[in-house]
């Protein structure tokens, strides 16, 4: 596995579900910024058409429509419907989740901590998304909403940084030394 973060304000996003589980996803890549999304549902429950609004399409969605997008999320979704989706996925060369199947997903989703634009992922490869919340759950405590704000100021600050002329080792320097006055001590620099 590659740990990576994608812009999801970039790139085209397709949600297929109808209940809780497309709702909860949803809500997960509302919080990423997804500004490209589509939601398909031939049932939706009525949560879901409140919470996805414009986005929902209440039908299954077509080859074409599953080929315009970059990643396609399904939740929740029976088979043969399921293998059905794959296939165009696959054939289109588009990046394919099935909820809670690691064996036909292309790629799973990390518990993810937000403290503004610091995000921490935490992944166990698909294995066990419990133990993964249960990391998530003690970063959060650990990393209170106070960072949001260190997060901008440690941004603005590399900012003048390197408007000044440091190089990244410089950087490097002067975030450690940012870090040893402003962190709580399980993250000062040693």
């Not at 910024?33 to 039908?59: Q, S």
């Not at 992922?121 to 970063?139: D, E, F, M, Y």
């Not at 080792?169 to 993250?187: C, D, I, K, Q, S």
Request: glycine share 8%; hydrophobic share 45%.
């Amino acid at each position: 596995m590659l740990p990576i973060t994608i812009d999801l304000a970039r790139v085209g996003v397709v949600l297929v579900g109808n209940g809780n589980t497309a709702r909860r996803r949803l809500g997960l890549l509302e919080a990423a910024e997804a500004g490209r999304l589509t939601v398909y549902a031939d049932a939706p429950e009525p949560e879901l058409i409140e919470a996805a609004g414009d986005r929902l399409r209440r039908r299954l969605p077509r080859a074409d429509e599953i080929a315009r997008a970059q990643l396609v999320f399904l939740a929740a979704v029976a088979e043969p419907t399921a293998s059905r989706l794959r296939r165009i996925a696959d054939a289109a060369g588009v990046l394919l989740n099935v909820e809670d199947d690691r064996a036909n997903s292309d790629f799973h989703s990390a518990a993810v901590v937000r403290r503004g634009d610091l995000t921490v992922a935490i992944s166990t490869g698909g294995k066990s998304p419990g133990l993964a919340a249960a990391v998530r759950r003690r970063i959060e405590a650990s990393f209170g909403p106070e960072w949001s704000f260190r997060m901008e100021r440690i941004a603005a600050l590399r900012l003048c940084w390197r408007a000044a002329g440091n190089d990244s080792e410089a950087v490097t320097r002067l975030t450690a030394m940012w870090l040893h006055r402003e962190a709580p001590p399980g993250l000062k620099p040693e």
